[in-house]
């Protein structure tokens, strides 16, 4: 029982000197005394037992920005309390994929390292068992392709990524020629057959062969709101452009 109680102490004092280190404020490190003080040994090696057993538990840092004079974390604190932890924040980081010598190429100074969420931006074939690049089979409404083609879709994360990294051009080519614009991909298509390549100079843009687009100006038109995505009223831009062809009527006049 005495090296329970001795390991339990331990423990504790790790517990609460972290949380003083992150948190100034004492909110977190009263939390956790709070927790602790109402459980018994027993209780106590229990609770520890289960929360290294799961992977995913952990102790927990609250941040109340708005309670006791807020939590403000900080790097610095961050800082001491890996300190404290003996956990090192500054890796040296190699490269395997550059080994000119056939050792791997290091970083001349050490670098901040930590956890970082990645999301993975496209399906694999470890996930589905096909995947098309042909986009041929669309929604007639959308635009968008659909059925055995829908693999070839690419979400607004994709899109997020893409201005993130100033790929500006790949993305005109895939919200365009190869999304809903069927003149600039059978423009596209003929540049190919003809030439090898294809250039998106060539192409002919013009806001009404943007089916997606001009779906959803319609939807909002029928729900009697007023945008600008196509045009500034309630008129189709076909029927703008029909009436530059018609000639001035003289009833029109008065």
Do not use: C
């Not at 068992?129 to 070839?152: C, H, L, M």
């Amino acid at each position: 029982m005495a090296d329970i109680s001795k390991k339990r102490k331990e423990i504790e004092n790790t517990v609460y000197t972290t949380m003083k280190l992150l948190d100034p404020n004492g909110y977190n490190e009263d939390k956790y005394k709070k927790l602790f003080s109402k459980m018994s040994d027993a209780q106590f090696t229990r609770w520890i037992n289960k929360l290294l057993s799961e992977e995913d538990n952990n102790f927990r840092l609250e941040i109340t920005p708005f309670e006791n004079g807020g939590t403000d974390l900080k790097f610095s604190n961050i800082k001491r309390a890996a300190d404290y932890l003996g956990v090192p924040l500054d890796e040296y980081i190699y490269m395997p994929f550059m080994n000119p010598n056939g050792e791997p190429v290091r970083s001349r100074d050490v670098t901040p390292v930590g956890y970082v969420h990645t999301k993975r931006l496209e399906q694999l074939l470890s996930k589905k068992n096909a995947y098309s690049s042909e986009i041929s089979s669309r929604n007639s409404k959308t635009g968008q392709v659909s059925g055995a083609d829908k693999n070839g879709r690419i979400s607004d994360i994709e899109n997020y990524s893409l201005l993130t990294i100033g790929a500006t051009e790949a993305l005109k080519e895939f919200m365009s020629a190869r999304s809903d614009d069927m003149v600039q991909k059978q423009e596209m298509l003929q540049d190919i057959t003809r030439d090898g390549y294809t250039s998106m100079s060539n192409y002919t843009y013009d806001i009404e062969n943007k089916t997606a687009l001009n779906t959803l100006d319609m939807y909002y038109m029928g729900s009697g709101l007023i945008t600008d995505l196509i045009t500034s009223g309630y008129a189709l831009k076909k029927t703008l452009d029909g009436k530059e062809n018609v000639k001035e009527r003289l009833q029109d006049a008065y």
